[in-house]
C-alpha cells in the first residue's frame, strides 16, 4: 500500500509517495537522493543513518517514513547556514574526527542532538542533584555511545565535540 507524505528535509519541501512499509532511511536515500545519511547496519545499532527528526535525535533506519508526515528533518548537510559550515563540520575537520568518513554524517546529526538537549536542559542531561550538565570526555563517549566508527576515530570525534560544547 502506497502514500503521499510530505517532508520538509534541510529546509526544502518534498512530497513523496512511500510504500507503507519503507524506512526513513530508504525514502530520503533512495526517494530523494539524499545519500548522506548512510546505510550501516539496518538495525539500529550502528548510528551512521542518524538524522534530526523534529529537532531530536533519530535513526531512520528505524523509522517508518509514513511516521514522518508533516515533520522537518535535519541531515549533516542541512546543518549550518547559507554557505556555512555548521560547528560541529569545522571542529570535526580541524580534530581530524574522522579517517573512511562514512559515519561522520550520523556522527554529527548526533552530536548536534546532543549538544542540543543539554542546552535545553533536557531531563537525559541532568547530572546529579539536578547540578548543571557537565560535558566532559566521558560523558561525551555515553551520550554518542550509539554511535560507531569502525575506523576508531573516537578520540578525535570526542574533542570535536568537546570543542563545539565547549564544557570541559
Known amino acids: 500500500m502506497e502514500t503521499e507524505i510530505k517532508l520538509r528535509i534541510n529546509g526544502e519541501?518534498?512530497?513523496?509517495?512511500?510504500?507503507?512499509?519503507?524506512?526513513?532511511?530508504?525514502?530520503?536515500?533512495?526517494?530523494?537522493?539524499?545519500t548522506s545519511t548512510k546505510k550501516g547496519c539496518d538495525h539500529g545499532q550502528c548510528g551512521s543513518c542518524t538524522v534530526l527528526?523534529?529537532?531530536?535525535?533519530?535513526?531512520?533506519?528505524?523509522?517508518?517514513?509514513?511516521t514522518t508526515d508533516?515533520?522537518?528533518?535535519?541531515?549533516?548537510?542541512?546543518?549550518?547556514g547559507d554557505n556555512e559550515p555548521h560547528p560541529l563540520h569545522r571542529a570535526f575537520i580541524d580534530n581530524d574526527a574522522?579517517?573512511?568518513g562514512y559515519c561522520t554524517p550520523g556522527q554529527i546529526c548526533s552530536a548536534a542532538g546532543m549538544l542540543t538537549e543539554l542546552d535545553a536542559g533536557h531531563p537525559s542531561a541532568a547530572t546529579p542533584q539536578?547540578?548543571?550538565?557537565?560535558?566532559d570526555d566521558d560523558e561525551i563517549r555515553e551520550r554518542m555511545s550509539?554511535?560507531?566508527?569502525?575506523?576508531?576515530?573516537?578520540?578525535?570525534i570526542v574533542s570535536a565535540i568537546r570543542e563545539v560544547g565547549g564544557r570541559a
Open 13 to 34: 519541501r518534498y512530497s513523496l509517495r512511500v510504500d507503507t512499509r519503507t524506512t526513513l532511511l530508504d525514502a530520503l536515500r533512495e526517494g530523494l537522493g539524499v
Open 53 to 66: 527528526l523534529d529537532g531530536r535525535r533519530t535513526l531512520s533506519c528505524l523509522t517508518l517514513a509514513v
Open 98 to 100: 574522522f579517517q573512511c
Open 70 to 80: 508533516d515533520t522537518e528533518i535535519v541531515t549533516a548537510e542541512g546543518l549550518g
Open 130 to 135: 539536578g547540578s548543571e550538565p557537565r560535558l
Open 146 to 156: 550509539g554511535n560507531l566508527c569502525r575506523c576508531g576515530a573516537y578520540s578525535h
